[in-house]
């Protein structure tokens, strides 16, 4: 019966209703860092408008926020930091990479960069790009609302993939 | 004053601290013994001729790899220059490394009243590689001479407060130093990737 029940007509369509709320009303925390950060200002200020996805209001505390936009090279000083971020962000979270340090380390191979966020909490976007485009930060934040509305039905999060064996570098 | 007179000055009055002295361009350097550190960096400070009011970078060199393998080839084919032109003429050339010893401590300082400059270079062996402090006469040497700490392992004698300033207390080892691997990482969280 339960079965039958879980994918019943009034559920999904609540359940759509939700997600297609919380996907035009994304507060986000900018974690920035680096110089990705003038790229994250172009794409939120008025010419490319991050207001027209529902993204428009930054929030400065990770309590009221759903997305981490993490901006800019992460070093290992301070990775722990940025782990507490979002250990802090209440649920439903999402994390969005944002440039190509935050994806992989960039072309940053050495003793102080973490080399890839996703070393350290889960991602649901990447964007790549030294810095990205706006018009590419647009495609991810488009990317993360279909994950968004998609997603409601699941619940929780699930946990991050482990990296693939001998992926070290 | 002409920037020949500086090297002059100094050697004139140090002549046993100065181990060689050379200029670029009007850039005028000199490489000094460790222990007359000191007493040199206090003249360039206090005398009137010179009144180094301004340590403008205090930095260090590794040699320990110097020479050991040739010159990128990106400079070779980009068609930068890698050495200056034969056009203007280079009268005291650099002659390499100030000695055979591992570490070269760097000071460029800088006189707001007299406009010129004056780099010191001090080199230090490995097994001894500890320096007198110069915070006593400019305070922003703190700061430097930690980093040279941080990354290169150089102590200084009489800092205040000598610790790490780039790296977090956990790191093991000093990064810049040439023997530090290029790829290892000492990762707080996560895993060392």
Redesign the interface.
């Known amino acids: 019966m339960a079965d039958l029940l879980s994918d019943s007509f009034l559920t999904s369509r609540l359940d759509a209703a939700l997600g297609w709320a919380r996907k035009f009303s994304i507060f986000q925390y900018p974690f920035v860092t680096a110089c990705c950060g003038m790229e994250y200002m172009a794409t939120a200020c008025s010419h490319y408008d991050v207001d027209r996805f529902g993204a428009g209001l930054p929030r400065f505390s990770p309590r009221q926020a759903d997305v981490l936009f993490v901006v800019g090279t992460i070093s290992h000083k301070m990775a722990p930091v940025l782990k507490r971020i979002h250990d802090q962000m209440a649920e439903p979270k999402w994390v969005v990479a944002f440039g190509v340090c935050t994806c992989t380390g960039g072309f940053y191979d050495n003793y102080a960069t973490v080399m890839g966020i996703d070393t350290i909490m889960p991602v649901d976007v990447y964007i790549p790009g030294c810095p990205p485009r706006p018009e590419m930060v647009l495609d991810g934040l488009m990317k993360l609302q279909n994950k968004i509305q998609d997603q409601h039905t699941h619940g929780r999060r699930p946990a991050p993939e482990a990296r693939p064996a001998g992926f070290d570098v | 004053m002409t920037n020949s007179s500086l090297i002059e000055l100094v050697a004139g009055r140090f002549p046993q601290a100065v181990l060689a002295s050379h200029t670029y361009r009007g850039d005028e350097t000199v490489a000094l013994r460790p222990d007359s550190l000191l007493a040199v960096a206090r003249f360039l400070k206090e005398d009137p001729a010179l009144r180094m009011n301004f340590l403008m970078d205090l930095t260090a060199v590794d040699y320990s790899a110097f020479g050991k393998s040739p010159a990128p080839a990106f400079f070779a084919s980009s068609g930068v220059a890698v050495s200056p032109s034969a056009e203007i003429p280079d009268e005291n050339p650099w002659r390499g490394p100030p000695s055979k010893a591992r570490f070269a401590v760097v000071y460029h300082f800088f006189s707001l009243e007299h406009k010129h400059r004056l780099r010191l270079v001090v080199p230090i062996e490995e097994a001894c590689a500890e320096l007198d402090s110069l915070t006593s006469l400019w305070a922003g040497a703190g700061w430097l001479e930690r980093e040279v700490w941080d990354m290169f392992g150089i102590r200084f004698r009489g800092h205040p407060d000598l610790r790490r300033i780039?790296?977090?207390k956990e790191f093991e080892g000093h990064?810049l130093r040439k023997d530090?691997p290029?790829?290892?990482?000492?990762?707080?969280?996560?895993?060392v990737?």
């Not at chain 2, 290029?182 to 895993?191: C, F």
Request: aromatic share 12%.
């Open positions: 780039l790296m977090y990064p530090y290029v790829n290892k990482r000492q990762p707080l969280i996560g895993p990737n």
